[in-house]
């Protein structure tokens, strides 16, 4: 079962929300917490109401070499959406399909709320998992699902590799939606954070 990593209180919209009112810290005005249905059954999403709380040390670092770690650019590709976190949780609430497309290891040690791991590496070979028919090479994503990706943030190439893979195989841009932000950027608003399952 999932383990909650930060207890923490974002808006849900109508349904099940904690009303912004009650809360000290809120994800915008209207919003104090949103639930997302997840393989572990409803998790509430919502930002850490501890005022001293301090992002995760992992996500502090503001220098790492590049390559590989190299500042991505806001647009990944031509057609694919670059989202921030309201339209992140918009999207997990309505049960979109998140992708995490960081490594397991990244991915086991914290994630967003709904996410499934579909690694970078991985991604070419998976698109059977969201909608696309055939394999590798061969693929008919006619029916393709719409698909929210993102990794560690700004500083991060793998969501933005496994963008580039699943276009090259013929995936629709206007499905694939990108959270350039990531889990630095979720980590720092203090929003929930779950243990990644395999």
Same mark, same amino acid.
Not at 31 to 40: F, K, L, R, Y
Not at 48 to 75: E, G, H, L, W
């Given at each position: 079962? =999932?383990?909650?990593?930060?207890? /923490?209180?974002?808006? %849900?919209?109508?349904?099940?929300?904690?009303?912004?009112? !009650?809360?000290? +810290?809120?994800?915008?005005?209207?919003?104090?917490?949103?639930?997302? !249905?997840?393989?572990?059954?409803?998790?509430?999403?919502? =930002?850490?109401?501890?005022?001293?709380?301090?992002?995760? #040390?992992?996500?502090?670092?503001?220098?790492?070499?590049? #390559? $590989?770690?190299?500042?991505? $650019?806001?647009?990944?590709? $031509?057609?694919?959406?670059? +989202?921030? !976190?309201?339209?992140?949780?918009?999207?997990?609430?309505?049960?979109?399909? /998140?992708?995490?497309?960081?490594?397991?290891?990244?991915?086991?040690?914290?994630?967003?709320?709904?996410?499934?791991?579909?690694?970078?590496?991985?991604?070419? %070979? =998976? *698109?059977?998992?969201?909608?696309?028919?055939?394999? !590798?090479?061969?693929?008919?994503?006619?029916?393709?699902?719409?698909?929210? /990706?993102?990794?560690?943030?700004?500083?991060?190439?793998? %969501? $933005? &590799?496994?963008?580039?893979?699943? *276009? =090259?195989?013929?995936?629709?841009?206007?499905?694939?939606?990108?959270?350039?932000?990531? &889990?630095?950027?979720?980590?720092?608003?203090? *929003?929930?954070? +779950?243990?990644?399952?395999?």
């Amino acid at each position: 079962m =999932r383990k909650i990593i930060a207890a /923490l209180v974002i808006a %849900s919209f109508p349904i099940s929300q904690v009303y912004a009112e !009650e809360l000290d +810290v809120k994800i915008n005005a209207e919003i104090g917490s949103v639930t997302v !249905e997840t393989a572990d059954g409803p998790i509430e999403i919502m =930002r850490n109401q501890d005022k001293d709380a301090t992002i995760d #040390p992992k996500y502090a670092k503001t220098s790492r070499q590049c #390559p $590989p770690f190299c500042v991505q $650019p806001m647009q990944v590709a $031509p057609g694919v959406t670059t +989202v921030g !976190e309201i339209e992140v949780l918009t999207f997990a609430e309505r049960g979109g399909k /998140l992708i995490d497309g960081r490594t397991l290891d990244w991915h086991l040690d914290g994630t967003i709320p709904g996410a499934i791991n579909m690694p970078y590496t991985e991604m070419a %070979s =998976r *698109l059977d998992e969201i909608g696309c028919s055939g394999s !590798e090479g061969e693929w008919d994503c006619t029916n393709a699902e719409e698909v929210l /990706l993102f990794c560690n943030g700004p500083w991060c190439g793998q %969501s $933005p &590799m496994a963008i580039k893979a699943m *276009l =090259r195989e013929g995936y629709p841009p206007e499905k694939i939606f990108y959270y350039r932000g990531g &889990m630095q950027a979720w980590n720092s608003l203090g *929003l929930t954070v +779950v243990e990644g399952q395999m």
